[in-house]
């Protein structure tokens, strides 16, 4: 979730477990939930330019786009290698290749994007992680070629292993919950 810190009373199902000025980890009953907030630039632009009204069921909620959703995995990317977790960091490099090999993104659209909010060694570092991953995109693409072409669903869905999209609005927005002053509250689902 993308949110104000003041607008976190809003939401008193939310339990904080610890805070920092760019993140709270949190827990909703027994979900842990992740929240940035605001105060952090990258996370304000995020929410205002990568996000779009979505319907689930009888509800609307701001939801972030897939171009969104890289920028913000590409983020946090240095930071886990600082940490030395190499777990989580594996799992949002994992989820950066699915993205791209699924989606119309191109990685120096991520790179622009994210320049005035890393120090330069850590965007040559999400830069070098984003050209292993598009050589990775093309090994499969080239496996795919070699065995004769596989179907849609061993390639995540759009069977060209490419990174062309599908141009259906409805797969153009990863479905993450964002708040923002003003807008519906967790209690009611």
């Not at 701001?62 to 190499?86: D, H, M, W």
């Not at 290749?97 to 994007?113: A, R």
Request: with cysteine; glycine share 8%; charged share 25%.
């Amino acid at each position: 979730m993308i949110l104000d810190r003041s607008d976190l009373d809003s939401v008193p199902e939310i339990s904080v477990k610890n805070e920092n000025k760019d993140f709270i980890h949190s827990t909703f009953e027994q979900l842990q939930v992740d929240i940035l907030l605001t105060q952090n630039k990258l996370f304000r632009y995020i929410l205002e330019k990568f996000s779009s009204a979505r319907k689930f069921g009888d509800r609307t909620v701001q939801c972030v786009t897939v171009e969104g959703l890289l920028i913000l995995k590409c983020y946090a990317l240095p930071s886990l290698y600082r940490q030395g977790n190499f777990s989580r960091a594996s799992i949002y490099e994992n989820d950066i290749l699915l993205l791209l090999l699924n989606y119309d993104v191109k990685p120096k659209t991520i790179l622009s994007q994210l320049s005035g909010h890393l120090l330069p060694t850590d965007l040559k570092e999400v830069k070098d992680i984003l050209s292993d991953i598009q050589s990775r995109i093309r090994r499969f693409s080239q496996q795919q070629r070699a065995m004769g072409g596989w179907g849609d669903r061993e390639m995540g869905g759009r069977g060209d292993g490419g990174n062309k999209g599908t141009g259906n609005i409805d797969n153009q927005f990863i479905y993450t919950i964002l708040c923002y002053p003003g807008h519906q509250n967790l209690g009611t689902r």
